[in-house]
């Protein structure tokens, strides 16, 4: 979809909803019903609520109460080495707003309906495509707490976790792309498999291309936030919201079906950016000290560059391939217009991660990866002659609400 076509439907929707959430029909209101039972199953085992939600289609309204009903969830503490910060989970109407412009306006219509969590999405068997989903009061306002609240026990930015979700799905809980990523948080079946070694093995599993101390970082930044979900109040009701977490991520459906839909997604993703972002942390001082790149703002430009490239292209080969990419001598790359060799950790930051984009379009993978794969990561963070990269996407999402999201 171009551009100016993917910014009108959202200007579109805008003025002529003013905000007014879509009225569902037979048609698109299937997650409407699995949230509904999902609320009935775990219902009663929520702390800070006690009884059975009254209303069996409005699971917003529900969690709301269970965030509302004591005053220790409105304002959870958030407990680690720190201290106790405080920070409040009740969504505001711009962001309620800036996550209904998300999702009205992706461009990519591939949502399916699982009938049960064993269902194989690549089999064909027992699921079918369905429209786009019921954009509901309900539908959004999970959506958004769900967000802050992930990000909020991952130590995360919403707005960091916004933008990489507004890119990859729209925050679509049924969302599945041409490779069978699943989720608003597109999860491949690898990444939740990493994901889950990370916390639940011990020593006996390592990636072959990460080394021991990063494995070691990855881990902490997963059982870190596995940590969380026990100890504070908010984290504690997501992560009943989530028990039942997926045992094989080779069926698809997992993810996609009630009760884990969409809560272990959210949770999963989260855990899987936060594990580049770790790692990134350390890496990236290291390799900029005595460079112009030393300073905090710098390094923090180049983490999240990074860390959001990651996310798609693989956290070890992103990895490995900065370290090379840094410290060439000379590369030939596009500046302004002009083919001209450069230093990469002599330029400015923002030159830098210019420059870097193209060295992932010619080096990214292996030998026997396809150009279109690597103009794919290349242009994963921002891609200002399609206007569909995380930023320009993000852009146009603030644009249209006419304010910074989260």
């Not at 430009?301 to 292209?313: C, D, M, P």
């Not at 001598?329 to 302004?336: G, H, L, P, R, V």
């Given at each position: ?5 993917h ?34 199953t ?53 962001e ?129 936030l ?58 990236v ?54 083919l ?30 396809t ?20 930023r ?5 999402t ?9």
């Amino acid at each position: 979809m171009k551009p100016s076509v993917h910014l009108f439907w959202i200007i579109l929707f805008l003025s002529t909803n003013s905000f007014g959430y879509e009225v569902c029909d037979s048609r698109n209101n299937y997650l409407e019903a699995g949230l509904a039972r999902t609320m009935r199953t775990l219902g009663g085992e929520l702390v800070g609520f006690s009884g059975r939600p009254t209303q069996t289609n409005d699971f917003s309204s529900f969690l709301n109460r269970c965030f509302r009903n004591e005053p220790r969830l409105v304002t959870p503490v958030f407990i680690d080495n720190i201290g106790v910060t405080p920070r409040p989970m009740v969504p505001t109407a711009k962001e309620l707003r800036c996550v209904e412009a998300a999702q009205v306006s992706y461009p990519i219509h591939r949502f399916v309906h699982c009938k049960s969590a064993t269902d194989t999405i690549r089999s064909g068997k027992n699921f079918k495509l369905a429209p786009r989903p019921c954009l509901s009061e309900n539908y959004v306002r999970v959506s958004t707490i769900l967000l802050k609240t992930v990000a909020h026990c991952g130590g995360l930015e919403a707005r960091e976790l916004f933008g990489l979700w507004n890119h990859e799905s729209g925050l679509h809980m049924n969302m599945v792309s041409h490779t069978g990523a699943v989720s608003a948080t597109q999860l491949t079946s690898g990444a939740v498999d990493f994901i889950r070694d990370l916390d639940f093995k011990e020593g006996e599993f390592n990636d072959p291309y990460m080394s021991e101390a990063h494995m070691n970082i990855a881990r902490n930044a997963v059982r870190g936030l596995s940590n969380r979900l026990r100890i504070d109040p908010q984290c504690s009701n997501l992560a009943t919201l989530a028990r039942y977490s997926p045992v094989d991520s080779s069926q698809s459906c997992e993810l996609l079906s009630e009760p884990v839909m969409p809560t272990a997604a959210y949770i999963i993703g989260a855990k899987n950016y936060l594990v580049g972002r770790k790692i990134f942390e350390d890496v990236v001082p290291r390799f900029t000290s005595g460079t112009v790149h030393a300073s905090e703002k710098s390094q923090n430009e180049i983490v999240f560059a990074l860390s959001q490239y990651a996310y798609n292209g693989g956290i070890a080969g992103m990895m490995r391939l900065f370290k090379t990419f840094f410290l060439l001598n000379s590369f030939k790359a596009e500046i302004n217009g002009k083919l001209q060799s450069v230093r990469p950790r002599s330029l400015s930051t923002s030159q830098m991660l210019t420059v870097f984009s193209q060295y992932i379009r010619q080096h990214y993978g292996s030998s026997e990866t396809t150009a279109e794969r690597r103009s794919e990561v290349a242009t994963y963070l921002s891609d200002p002659n399609r206007n569909n990269g995380v930023r320009e996407m993000l852009a146009q999402t603030e644009k249209s609400v006419g304010s910074r999201c989260f």
